[in-house]
Every structure is written in C-alpha cells, then in structure tokens.
C-alpha cells in the first residue's frame, strides 16, 4: 500500500481530454501486476472510456479473466491502440471504436458493432465521463453543463437501452459512479450532480431488469490518478491531488479493477443494485 505515488505531484496541466504518456508519475492500469483466473471466460463486455485511466485497467483485467472486448474511447487513439495491445497479450479480441457518445446514433451503434464483432454482449460498462472545474456557479455555462449531463447520464441510458435486449441471463451493467456523489467536491458542481444521477440510475435500473436476470451496479471511486485529473483541475489540485482521503494519496486504475471484475463475475448473481466504493478509506454515506 505504501508503495503507491503519494503528492506532491510534478505541475502538469494538460489539454482536454488528457493522455496518459504525458502524466507524471504514469498511472498503474496493472500491466504488470493483474493475474486472471478465467472469471470472465468467454464473455463479451463493451467498456466506454477504455483507453485510459480506469477503463483501460477494466479492459486489462476483463481480458486476463477471459473476455473479448469492444473499447469505445472519442479521439485518444494512441492510448486506445495501447490498450487494444494489453488485450490481445491476453489473447483476447480487442476491437476499437472512437466516437462520441454524446450522439445517440452513436451508442446504439457501438451495442450493434459489440454483437456484431464479438457475437454477443453479456457486460456493459458504462465508464466514459466528461469532469470541468469551476470555482463560481456563474462560471458554468449553460453548454458546459448540458456537455456534462450529456456524456454522463444521458449516454448512460442510451447504451443501457440498446444494451439490454442482448443481455441474456446472468447480464451485467457496470455503472461508473464517484464518492462525488455523497461528498460532492463544490468545485466540480456538474460532475457531482450526474454521478449522483448515475446511482439513483443504477439502483433503480437494478429494480427494473431482476426479473430478467440482468444485474446493474456502480463503482464509487475516489481520487483516482488518470488523465482526466491534469486535463480538468488547477495547478494546485493536481499537484497535491489524493491528499485528502486517510491513505492521503490517489489510487492507481489497477486498485479498482478487482472491483468490476467481481460485478461482472456470474458468481455475483445476487449482488444487484450495489454500489462498491473504492476511496481510499474515505467512507460514503
């Protein structure tokens, strides 16, 4: 535990939406570290947000366990392809496909390409989110946050849809949700309002779908070390982020996957409408 990066962090404020190359210490998805078991054997997960951060560590640890994957990223095709690689290392299908989900043409497409590539869908992963920092509410423009609404609620709820019908029994949905959620940080005022939208979403959805078998839960993270973090924050956040929770750093992509990797595990059948944190040893409540 020790072991981890702790802040001070270098100054390294990027353009959205980030790269992992470019961050200083470079994250942990873990490529080196995550040893599958055959979890996942011969399942078919579409993961959105899966060139980086704690998509990329999904995809990792989901091919390792077994499965074949459609990774949906917007533009970053250099750490998609890199990703893509630590799958077909694995020995599993790895197909890409860029876009944003803001469009709902799009994720329904990406459900249809996922079938079509991969023969079936049986994991959806909704993780892809869209995060600005404003210190003042009138700094918030109406397009900043109809964008925020758009790419964390509302293609959740597309690619739900579109998604379900291919889900057979046993079908899981994976929410990416936030500790903002509870503890909304006032400075990322319309991230924290989806990611609470993203649970309610997640434990209604669950009600909904029981009786066709089909799970749905949500990982609460904490400060997670992952582009988004020097593409969307101050100098001064960045540099000291993860401070806050008792572990008093950031966890790595890699501490999260074991978390997603256990929703989606057919051995979780009765494990729905759950929400897992993982924050460091902050609690939510």
Request: charged content about 20%.
């Given at each position: 535990m020790n072991a981890h990066p702790k802040p001070p962090f270098p100054d390294q404020r990027q353009p959205m939406p980030g790269r992992t190359g470019a961050m200083d210490p470079r994250p942990d998805h873990g490529e080196e570290s995550y040893v599958g078991s055959g979890r996942l054997a011969g399942k078919r997960a579409l993961i959105t947000g899966g060139?980086?951060?704690?998509?990329?560590?999904?995809?990792?640890?989901f091919a390792r366990e077994g499965a074949d994957l459609l990774i949906s990223y917007l533009n970053e095709d250099e750490d998609a392809r890199e990703t893509a690689e630590w799958v077909e290392k694995a020995g599993r299908k790895a197909v890409l496909v860029p876009g944003d989900i803001q469009d709902p043409q799009h994720c329904r497409a990406l459900v249809d390409k996922a079938v079509a590539e991969l023969g079936?869908?049986?994991?959806?992963?909704?993780?892809?989110a869209h995060q600005a920092s404003f210190a003042k509410i009138g700094d918030i423009s109406d397009e900043e946050w109809q964008l925020t609404f758009a790419v964390n609620i509302h293609a959740?709820?597309?690619?739900?849809?579109?998604?379900?019908?291919?889900?057979?029994?046993?079908?899981?949905?994976?929410?990416?949700a936030s500790?903002?959620?509870?503890?909304?940080?006032?400075?990322?005022?319309?991230?924290a309002t989806t990611k609470g939208a993203i649970q309610n979403f997640t434990a209604g959805l669950a009600q909904l779908l029981a009786g066709e078998g089909i799970r749905a839960n949500a990982v609460a993270?904490?400060?997670?070390?992952?582009?988004?973090?020097p593409s969307t924050m101050p100098s001064e956040a960045v540099t000291s982020f993860g401070k806050q929770v008792p572990m008093q750093r950031p966890g790595q992509p890699a501490e999260l996957a074991t978390a997603y990797v256990m929703l989606a595990d057919p051995l979780s059948s009765y494990v729905s409408g759950a929400t897992i944190a993982v924050t460091g040893g902050q609690p939510i409540i």
């Amino acid at each position: 535990m020790n072991a981890h990066p702790k802040p001070p962090f270098p100054d390294q404020r990027q353009p959205m939406p980030g790269r992992t190359g470019a961050m200083d210490p470079r994250p942990d998805h873990g490529e080196e570290s995550y040893v599958g078991s055959g979890r996942l054997a011969g399942k078919r997960a579409l993961i959105t947000g899966g060139d980086s951060g704690i998509g990329r560590a999904v995809a990792i640890a989901f091919a390792r366990e077994g499965a074949d994957l459609l990774i949906s990223y917007l533009n970053e095709d250099e750490d998609a392809r890199e990703t893509a690689e630590w799958v077909e290392k694995a020995g599993r299908k790895a197909v890409l496909v860029p876009g944003d989900i803001q469009d709902p043409q799009h994720c329904r497409a990406l459900v249809d390409k996922a079938v079509a590539e991969l023969g079936g869908l049986d994991i959806l992963v909704n993780n892809a989110a869209h995060q600005a920092s404003f210190a003042k509410i009138g700094d918030i423009s109406d397009e900043e946050w109809q964008l925020t609404f758009a790419v964390n609620i509302h293609a959740m709820f597309y690619l739900t849809k579109a998604a379900v019908p291919h889900l057979k029994q046993g079908g899981s949905i994976i929410n990416t949700a936030s500790i903002n959620a509870d503890k909304p940080s006032p400075a990322l005022l319309a991230y924290a309002t989806t990611k609470g939208a993203i649970q309610n979403f997640t434990a209604g959805l669950a009600q909904l779908l029981a009786g066709e078998g089909i799970r749905a839960n949500a990982v609460a993270p904490g400060p997670i070390w992952t582009p988004l973090i020097p593409s969307t924050m101050p100098s001064e956040a960045v540099t000291s982020f993860g401070k806050q929770v008792p572990m008093q750093r950031p966890g790595q992509p890699a501490e999260l996957a074991t978390a997603y990797v256990m929703l989606a595990d057919p051995l979780s059948s009765y494990v729905s409408g759950a929400t897992i944190a993982v924050t460091g040893g902050q609690p939510i409540i």
